[in-house]
């Protein structure tokens, strides 16, 4: 920097926060103002300003539970089911032991069940407790978290027999194709901030997903990758109708002919093609923080203090 | 004491989603205004905001981010991102300027003309600049920022700066001599 830098900075420094012309930006002054223009900045749009928002907050929580502790091996199983939320761990001890009851075993044979692969004899009382205890839940937002853990399980299941080099049957695909969308189903019941949080663990989900699956292809050979490419598919859909949803959550509430909540608000009584530019539904504008005050950030070239209160 | 800034970042690097909510509503605005002056496209400079923000939970996630100075940060972020988007699509810079969709004070279609002429000069004289001198005037003429912040964000001295900002209105100013000569000869 040199002197002339120092002379031209105080000289600008003086326009812009006070309006003053000093010498130095003599022969600058048209040049300045014809930049004024670019002052100008169109409005946001507030209908896709909040749901730009909501996602980043959905990913937010997303990856929050992401970096939480995860199952690294099948071999430490047992732990995992005792590090089990304790709310949880009576009403499943009682499901294994209606289970263990009705097929005849003992909790023991549940809780083997557990770790059970879809080619093994236990694994029916697997599902069979899977299912008694989403039977138990009658609440959206609680059937699709433990969904998605089931989820897990089935993929863990796929990794560790693509793993042995076993072929991926048809009971666990199937399974997860009933699950995944029945995940979409409990999804498309919630209000739209939960919606989205949920959408956003799909898709990071199904990313991670799709990452183990092309992993093990690589890393398979000859093996069975046509029943990889089954699960890829049903992944595959799952992020797509995930990112669909975050787009736009009445996509998905259409596709699973949910209900709107009573006091949700308004939807638009036209949605032209590309359209959404109109504004928000409601009129709201609750605190997206998007208050489009417009242009002129800096207060270029007008008297007066330059900055607009924004947090330094 | 420690700066609101530091405040939610030491939240945010705990996912307090209280503080990153804050975050995005502090900074949501004007980096979209940024985004849209370094790139001219209302749903590009949406896309970008957002992917800043992203970046940043990303970045926080693998116990990364910034430790300090996260307006700084989320600003260098957003411009990196527009340079790599202009840069793929074989732009110097705006070379059509996108009509804003909300006019203010516009009320009838000769000042629109008009406007969009301005903004297309402008965005003319811009383009004639380097990019660390585009960066520096748009910055510190329109986004409200001080020598510092400015130095912050570019990761330069306030004198390197302040240099930047000499050279940038003596090419500004030619740039705008040279407009009004074709201006001239056309008419």
């Given at each position: 920097m040199n002197d002339s830098d120092e002379r031209m900075n105080r000289a600008l420094e003086r326009f812009?926060?006070?309006?003053?012309?000093?010498?130095?930006?003599?022969?600058?002054?048209?040049?300045?103002?014809?930049?004024?223009?670019?002052?100008?900045?169109?409005?946001?749009?507030?209908?896709?300003?909040?749901?730009?928002?909501?996602?980043?907050?959905?990913?937010?929580?997303?990856?929050?539970?992401?970096?939480?502790?995860?199952?690294?091996?099948?071999?430490?199983?047992?732990?995992?089911?005792?590090?089990?939320?304790?709310?949880?761990?009576?009403?499943?001890?009682?499901?294994?032991?209606?289970?263990?009851?009705l097929l005849g075993g003992t909790a023991g044979t549940a809780f083997a069940a557990q770790e059970s692969l879809p080619d093994q004899a236990l694994y029916p009382v697997k599902t069979l407790i899977e299912d008694l205890r989403l039977e138990l839940i009658n609440d959206p937002q609680a059937e699709f978290d433990l969904l998605m853990k089931f989820l897990e399980e089935r993929f863990a299941e796929i990794q560790t027999m693509a793993q042995n080099g076993d072929p991926i049957g048809e009971v666990v695909q199937n399974r997860l194709q009933k699950?995944?969308?029945?995940?979409?189903?409990?999804?498309?019941?919630?209000?739209?901030?939960?919606?989205?949080?949920?959408?956003?663990?799909?898709?990071?989900?199904?990313?991670?997903?799709?990452?183990?699956?092309?992993?093990?292809?690589?890393?398979?050979?000859?093996?069975?990758?046509?029943?990889?490419?089954?699960?890829?598919?049903?992944?595959?859909?799952?992020?797509?109708?995930?990112?669909?949803?975050?787009?736009?959550?009445?996509?998905?509430r259409n596709r699973y002919g949910a209900e709107r909540n009573e006091d949700a608000p308004d939807q638009p009584e036209v949605n032209p093609p590309g359209g959404g530019q109109g504004g928000p539904a409601d009129g709201s504008g609750d605190g997206d923080g998007s208050d489009s005050s417009g242009f002129g950030d800096g207060n270029f070239g007008t008297p007066g203090p330059r900055r607009n209160g924004q947090t330094k | 004491m420690p700066s609101q800034e530091n405040v939610w970042l030491d939240a945010a690097r705990r996912f307090d989603q209280q503080a990153l909510a804050a975050i995005y509503d502090a900074y949501s605005d004007e980096l979209y205004r940024y985004a849209f002056r370094l790139i001219g496209d209302v749903a590009r400079a949406e896309d970008l905001m957002s992917e800043t923000f992203s970046r940043l939970l990303r970045a926080l996630e693998r116990g990364g981010g910034p430790k300090t100075h996260l307006r700084a940060y989320l600003y260098r972020t957003t411009h990196n991102l527009a340079m790599d988007q202009l840069r793929q699509s074989k732009k110097e810079l705006i070379e059509e300027t996108v009509e804003p969709q909300v006019d203010h004070g516009i009320r009838n279609p000769e000042q629109s003309v008009e406007l969009k002429f301005e903004r297309e000069q402008a965005m003319s004289m811009l383009n004639d600049l380097t990019e660390e001198q585009r960066q520096v005037i748009i910055l510190k003429f329109f986004q409200g920022m001080d020598n510092e912040e400015v130095a912050a964000t570019t990761e330069k001295t306030v004198g390197a700066v302040k240099g930047l900002q000499h050279r940038a209105l003596n090419s500004l100013r030619r740039a705008f001599e040279a407009l009004q000569s074709e201006t001239e000869q056309a008419a």
């Open positions: 812009l926060e006070n309006g003053v012309l000093s010498k130095e930006l003599e022969g600058h002054i048209a040049s300045l103002h014809a930049l004024k223009s670019l002052e100008q900045v169109p409005d946001r749009d507030l209908r896709r300003a909040r749901r730009i928002r909501h996602k980043y907050l959905a990913e937010a929580a997303a990856l929050n539970s992401a970096v939480s502790p995860r199952r690294n091996s099948r071999l430490n199983g047992w732990m995992s089911i005792f590090r089990k939320e304790r709310s949880f761990m009576f009403a499943i001890a009682r499901i294994i032991t209606i289970a263990a009851i699950q995944l969308q029945s995940a979409f189903q409990n999804a498309a019941e919630l209000d739209d901030p939960e919606l989205l949080q949920a959408m956003e663990r799909v898709r990071e989900q199904s990313r991670i997903q799709l990452n183990i699956l092309n992993e093990l292809k690589s890393g398979n050979g000859d093996g069975p990758q046509s029943n990889l490419e089954v699960a890829e598919q049903a992944v595959i859909r799952s992020q797509i109708q995930a990112e669909g949803a975050l787009d736009d959550p009445t996509t998905l | -």
